[in-house]
């Protein structure tokens, strides 16, 4: 099993997300709301009597993905089919304000514009009304799909067919667009609503949900293992790259067909509607891939912006400030977290050796951070998938340094270690050396400052009996906890 990204690698791939250009193929709805009160029963049947107080519009299915690609600092071609009707010109009008979406919505007098119509009473939904038809788009509307679809493939980066079973992505269109992204050279994502995947073959990532995942393979996809299963059969009956499992309250599961499983918990803290959140989830993807991701990070990422995206009432969308925000929150709630005990640290690098990571330790008493510290741990994390720092708690320090050491206590400076990006845990060790517990975690790199040679660097000829490296890196020069309390009028 692959071990999820870190938030600071995630936080990182959001700054680089508006480079990201997303073609966007598939049925568009208009989802309009009618918000209200309801005090009483009507007279005429057993249901609530809705008293309208204001209403809005929102693009939702293919046309809410490329709202949230632009949300999220992305560029959206968007490509889909309406009806002569109020309801397209409604949905050409919401696109107009968005200048991160050039949308071509192609007329079909044949067929009204989809329309999901909500009502609400306070939080809770009433009733919906759906005004749509399934049929497949005609054959002169297929054709000038996939000619507008063929025009802006050179524009952009990668497509998203965003599925929604109302017709456009029909016999004759979907085939088709699938050839024409692969001799673009443009990668696919498919939101996917056959109960055959194998209609999808020639896209490289689907992402279906859990119960169409069960309803195309027959496995049950609501934990882990199932969903994993389940995975590979879509990847089997496809030849895709990836299959991205969505599991509601559980997260996600991204099965590649190169690599392992990788399972990763929902970031939802509240539920308030979960409309829209599978478009969320799919605009992200495609635009962390579109700015050159990683796919578990763009999952991962993919993730986050669902769970931001569930909290809010309605279609809604997910900024790039609200991800960043919520990242670095994350980020700062998971300090203490990474404080554990040896026994603890144990079981962290168990799983991370079972998941193929390399991991790298490093030590000090790391009184007062200085950018000596910071250039330390930098290249340590880049020298390994996985970091420990193992601090001297006060009473080691006072041995080595003297009675006027340290400046702040361990607790102090373990929260302040494990808030640093590169440091993965952070481990308190009481005795002068940490060579019991270099011996006890096994690292693969043992990382030093320049200032000691090979073969003075403590717990050097532990780690060379079974195989690891030690690492030395240059120190910046005029840096020093020593200099700096010397400086401030302190003792050293």
Same mark, same amino acid.
């Given at each position: 099993?692959?071990?999820?990204?870190?938030?600071?690698?995630?936080?990182?791939?959001?700054? #680089?997300?508006?480079?990201?250009?997303?073609?966007?193929?598939?049925?568009?709805?208009?989802?309009?709301?009618?918000?209200g009160h309801a005090a009483r029963l009507s007279p005429e049947a057993p249901i609530p009597v809705l008293r309208p107080q204001?209403?809005?519009?929102?693009?939702?299915?293919?046309?809410?993905?490329?709202?949230?690609?632009?949300?999220?600092?992305?560029?959206?071609?968007?490509?889909?089919?309406?009806?002569?009707?109020?309801?397209?010109?409604?949905?050409?009008? !919401?696109?107009?304000?968005?200048?991160?979406?050039?949308?071509?919505?192609?007329?079909?007098?044949?067929?009204?514009?989809?329309?999901?119509?909500?009502?609400?009473?306070?939080?809770?939904?009433?009733?919906?009304?759906?005004?749509?038809?399934?049929?497949?788009?005609?054959?002169?509307?297929? #054709?000038?799909?996939?000619?507008?679809?063929?025009?802006?493939?050179?524009?952009?980066?990668?497509?998203?067919?965003?599925?929604?079973?109302?017709?456009?992505?029909?016999?004759?269109?979907?085939?088709?667009?699938?050839?024409?992204?692969?001799?673009?050279?443009?990668?696919?994502?498919?939101?996917?609503?056959?109960?055959?995947?194998?209609?999808?073959?020639?896209?490289?990532?689907?992402?279906?949900?859990?119960?169409?995942? $069960?309803?195309?393979?027959?496995?049950?996809?609501?934990?882990?293992?199932?969903?994993?299963?389940?995975? $590979?059969?879509?990847?089997?009956?496809?030849?895709?790259?990836?299959?991205?499992?969505?599991?509601?309250?559980?997260?996600?599961?991204?099965?590649?067909?190169?690599?392992?499983?990788?399972?990763?918990?929902?970031?939802?803290? %509240?539920?308030?509607?979960?409309?829209?959140?599978?478009?969320?989830?799919?605009?992200? !993807?495609?635009?962390?891939?579109? #700015?050159?991701?990683?796919?578990?990070?763009?999952?991962?990422?993919?993730?986050?912006?669902?769970?931001?995206?569930?909290?809010?009432?309605?279609?809604?969308?997910?900024?790039?400030?609200?991800?960043?925000?919520?990242?670095?929150?994350?980020?700062?709630?998971?300090?203490?977290?990474?404080?554990?005990?040896?026994?603890?640290?144990?079981?962290?690098?168990?799983?991370?050796?079972?998941?193929?990571?390399?991991?790298?330790?490093?030590?000090?008493?790391?009184?007062?951070?200085?950018?000596?510290?910071?250039?330390?741990?930098?290249?340590?994390? %880049?020298?390994?998938?996985?970091?420990?720092?193992?601090?001297?708690?006060?009473?080691?320090?006072?041995?080595?340094?003297?009675?006027?050491?340290?400046?702040?206590?361990?607790?102090?400076? %373990?929260?302040?270690?494990?808030?640093?990006?590169?440091?993965?845990?952070?481990?308190?060790?009481?005795?002068?050396?940490?060579?019991?517990?270099?011996?006890?975690?096994?690292?693969?790199?043992?990382?030093?400052?320049?200032?000691?040679?090979?073969?003075?660097?403590?717990?050097?000829?532990?780690? #060379?009996?079974?195989?690891?490296?030690?690492?030395?890196?240059?120190?910046?020069?005029?840096?020093?906890?020593?200099?700096?309390?010397?400086?401030?009028?302190?003792?050293?």
């Amino acid at each position: 099993m692959t071990a999820p990204p870190s938030d600071a690698e995630l936080a990182g791939t959001v700054r #680089a997300l508006s480079g990201a250009r997303v073609l966007v193929l598939g049925d568009v709805i208009l989802d309009r709301y009618v918000i209200g009160h309801a005090a009483r029963l009507s007279p005429e049947a057993p249901i609530p009597v809705l008293r309208p107080q204001r209403g809005y519009a929102t693009l939702g299915g293919a046309a809410n993905v490329a709202l949230n690609v632009a949300a999220l600092g992305g560029r959206a071609w968007l490509c889909g089919v309406v009806g002569a009707d109020a309801a397209a010109d409604e949905m050409r009008r !919401l696109l107009a304000a968005e200048p991160g979406i050039r949308a071509a919505l192609l007329d079909a007098p044949d067929r009204p514009t989809t329309t999901k119509t909500r009502f609400v009473a306070g939080t809770h939904q009433l009733m919906r009304l759906d005004e749509e038809t399934t049929a497949p788009v005609g054959d002169v509307t297929a #054709a000038r799909v996939l000619a507008e679809f063929r025009a802006a493939l050179p524009e952009t980066d990668i497509v998203v067919l965003s599925d929604y079973a109302k017709g456009v992505l029909s016999d004759a269109v979907l085939p088709e667009a699938l050839r024409l992204a692969r001799e673009a050279g443009r990668r696919v994502i498919a939101d996917p609503k056959r109960a055959d995947f194998a209609a999808y073959r020639g896209a490289d990532i689907l992402t279906p949900n859990e119960l169409e995942t $069960r309803a195309a393979t027959g496995i049950d996809a609501a934990g882990a293992a199932g969903a994993e299963r389940a995975g $590979r059969a879509v990847l089997a009956a496809t030849g895709g790259e990836a299959v991205l499992v969505t599991r509601s309250e559980r997260g996600v599961t991204l099965v590649r067909r190169e690599g392992g499983a990788l399972h990763v918990p929902t970031r939802a803290r %509240a539920v308030a509607d979960v409309s829209g959140a599978g478009d969320t989830l799919v605009a992200a !993807l495609a635009v962390a891939l579109g #700015a050159g991701a990683r796919l578990p990070v763009a999952a991962a990422l993919a993730n986050v912006t669902a769970g931001l995206s569930v909290a809010k009432p309605g279609t809604a969308t997910v900024t790039a400030a609200e991800l960043t925000g919520a990242l670095h929150l994350r980020e700062l709630a998971a300090t203490d977290s990474k404080i554990v005990s040896a026994e603890e640290a144990d079981a962290h690098v168990a799983a991370w050796r079972a998941a193929g990571l390399k991991v790298g330790f490093a030590n000090g008493c790391f009184d007062l951070i200085h950018p000596g510290h910071v250039r330390l741990l930098t290249e340590a994390r %880049a020298a390994c998938d996985r970091l420990i720092v193992a601090l001297n708690t006060d009473a080691s320090v006072r041995r080595l340094k003297g009675p006027a050491r340290p400046v702040q206590s361990e607790q102090a400076r %373990a929260t302040v270690m494990a808030s640093l990006a590169p440091v993965d845990l952070v481990v308190l060790f009481a005795e002068d050396t940490p060579r019991e517990l270099i011996a006890r975690l096994r690292p693969d790199v043992l990382v030093k400052g320049s200032d000691y040679t090979v073969e003075t660097v403590v717990g050097a000829d532990v780690v #060379a009996a079974y195989g690891g490296r030690v690492l030395l890196v240059d120190l910046q020069e005029g840096h020093s906890t020593t200099g700096t309390i010397r400086r401030m009028g302190g003792q050293a």
